[in-house]
């Protein structure tokens, strides 16, 4: 089946405290990208990747570190939580660049205390 | 700044009724507009996607119109369900070279009713 998983899907920490969210498509996808949903705000961009190495900020970087070593995978990593990182996040993919429809994951609730 | 507002932000339905949802955007230029449903807890699934030179699409009960004159774009359900109740999210993309730029509305929150 083609899906874009993510892992966990609830996750309670403390500040400062590392974690990283994985996110995997099985659809070969060129592009991926990770969102938080806050209520109120809507879905924004955190970071994208058009592709293996190749990675952008989107509209809300701040706090979040990427990698894309594989077309794949495109994990999420928080290097020292805070509060105001709490949050439901979605990993998404599509084919290309191009318009193209995107696929989100099921999201991960995220808490930091 | 590039926006996508949405309005009304909830709305409650009896099943079987009609409904529309409006969403109006300034973001400029766009290649195009989307509508997601999304469920409580869930990630958001594409309804439907329309190019700035369409004017209508439907899928189901479910259709959507553009001008894109105006900047503004509807959805109507048609016939509601009760599994209709969910979040719906009108997304505008503007295509770049450095990769596509998704602009998400507020979304809509529709209880059905029965």
């Known amino acids: 089946e083609a899906q874009v998983t993510q892992n966990p899907r609830y996750l309670i920490t403390v500040t400062g405290k590392k974690l990283t969210v994985t996110c995997s498509q099985n659809?070969?996808?060129?592009?991926m990208s990770w969102y938080r949903q806050d209520p109120g705000l809507g879905l924004r961009q955190i970071y994208y990747?058009?592709?293996?190495?190749?990675?952008d900020k989107g509209d809300v970087p701040e706090g979040y570190k990427v990698s894309r070593k594989e077309k794949r995978n495109f994990p999420l990593i928080l290097e020292s939580p805070s509060p105001n990182q709490t949050s439901l996040y979605f990993c998404?993919?599509?084919?290309?660049?191009?318009?193209?429809?995107?696929?989100f994951g099921p999201g991960t609730r995220l808490t930091v205390t | 700044k590039n926006q996508v507002e949405q309005s009304p932000q909830s709305l409650i339905i009896l099943e079987g009724k009609n409904c529309t949802l409006q969403?109006?955007?300034?973001?400029?230029?766009?290649?195009?507009l989307r509508w997601y449903k999304q469920d409580t807890g869930r990630g958001p699934v594409s309804l439907t996607i329309?190019?700035?030179?369409?004017n209508t699409k439907s899928n189901g009960r479910y259709t959507a119109t553009l001008d894109a004159d105006t900047k503004q774009s509807s959805l109507h359900i048609t016939a509601s369900q009760l599994s209709d109740s969910a979040s719906y999210i009108c997304?505008?993309?503007?295509?770049?070279?450095?990769?596509?730029?998704?602009?998400f509305g507020g979304g809509t929150r529709v209880l059905v009713k029965p």
């Open positions: 998404a993919s599509s084919p290309s660049t191009g318009g193209s429809e995107q696929y």
């Open positions: 659809m070969n996808h060129e592009y």
């Open positions: 990747s058009m592709n293996v190495e190749v990675t």
């Open positions: 969403c109006n955007y300034t973001v400029s230029p766009f290649s195009n």
């Open positions: 329309m190019t700035f030179s369409e």
């Open positions: 997304v505008v993309i503007r295509i770049k070279a450095a990769g596509n730029k998704l602009t």
